[in-house]
């Protein structure tokens, strides 16, 4: 079984930016690939951004040149840094493996105009 704390959520103005952290429990972290999801209220979750294990970054569009995911294998950590935030990226953003595994339970970012 996989474990992991998400934390970094809360409340910015739009511009402003939020790093969000994970931290994975297990021997699984260096073997897997993992991303960064976002699901807004009444919408389906997408794929914000994902880092292979060796370190190789794929963003979705929106996000792309604002936004960088980075791991750190020694520490069993995936962090995402959001900047120039706008408040269509308001959602619950979850860390998982890359394909999903379902592994996340979710922090809120709440982007405010």
């Known amino acids: 079984q996989v474990h992991l704390v998400e934390s970094g959520g809360g409340l910015v103005q739009a511009g402003g930016s939020l790093r969000l952290s994970c931290a994975v429990s297990?021997?699984?972290?260096?073997?897997?690939?993992m991303g960064w999801y976002r699901q807004a209220p009444g919408k389906q979750r997408n794929l914000v951004a994902w880092i292979s294990t060796y370190g190789t970054t794929n963003y979705a569009d929106a996000v792309r040149g604002r936004f960088t995911i980075s791991r750190d294998n020694a520490k069993n950590t995936v962090n995402l840094q959001m900047n120039s935030l706008k408040p269509e990226d308001t959602a619950v953003y979850y860390c998982d493996g890359f394909p999903p595994r379902g592994w996340g339970q979710g922090t809120q970012v709440t982007v405010s105009s």
């Open positions: 297990g021997s699984i972290f260096k073997t897997n690939n």
